[in-house]
């Protein structure tokens, strides 16, 4: 009785493990998803990073933004639209509309979207003190940029200039940084470059919460994915959580907005995954 017992309570666990995630396939192709801050949809690129689409969840519309090179490269929202860098005769940022395809040139300075955005934050807000604004790799990787409101920047480099650091980051309350030794590991700093923790060798990391990052673990197999997951980590328990565990799909380059998480696959399926944690 005793073990007809166990084995139910067992059952009755793994089925309600199995329920703390809902995976829906969308019905669009594209590359690099990544979700609007308040969840309503997401945007993509194709290979290549050309161009750059929207897809909104409540609609199941698909629009266009951008049919150019560079479009798909670390575009950032503000404000209800989206910030995104065009690459033609020259390079310009634009901001469009996530409703329809109406998109105007707002600098041809070379900014990245990211600093654009935050930027117009800063200004918006009209600090009185000296606040942290952004954090972001610079050109040669050697080091990563610290930006205030003042328009002043820090260099930091943790372990020297003579590594690469990408996939640079600042926390939700701008007191740490995120970043990606390459070929070593992924690191928290405080913004004085002080390794605060040592987060292993993981990809693709981003910042869910102040304590939360969301990344991908790979396999390759002669520059192809042969296997990849995504886990989530909490920093100050030290606690990984694989949110793809047991799925067939090869999860590729995730985002995280709330209990909603998308990723495409090597073939170009985007897919919403929305888990209770």
Known sequence: MRKTLTLLLMIMVTSAMAQEKKVTKLNVKGYRVALAPDGSGVVYTSPGLIGLKHFDFSSKKETVLSKARGAGYQPSFYEGEVVFKERTNKTVLKRASLTSNASKTISTTGVSPKKWAKTQVMSNKRVSKKEVSYASTSETLNDFVVAYSDGSEKRIAPFGDQEDYIWVSLSPDKTKVLFKLVGVSAYVCDLKGKILHDLGD????????????????????????TKSDIYTISIAQKERKNLTKGMKQIALYPDMVGDQVVFNTPEGDIYLMEVSQ
Do not use: A, G, Q, R
């Open 202 to 225: 993981l990809e693709n990391p981003k910042w869910v919460t102040n304590d939360k990052i969301v990344y991908m673990i790979t396999e390759e197999d002669h520059d192809s994915f």
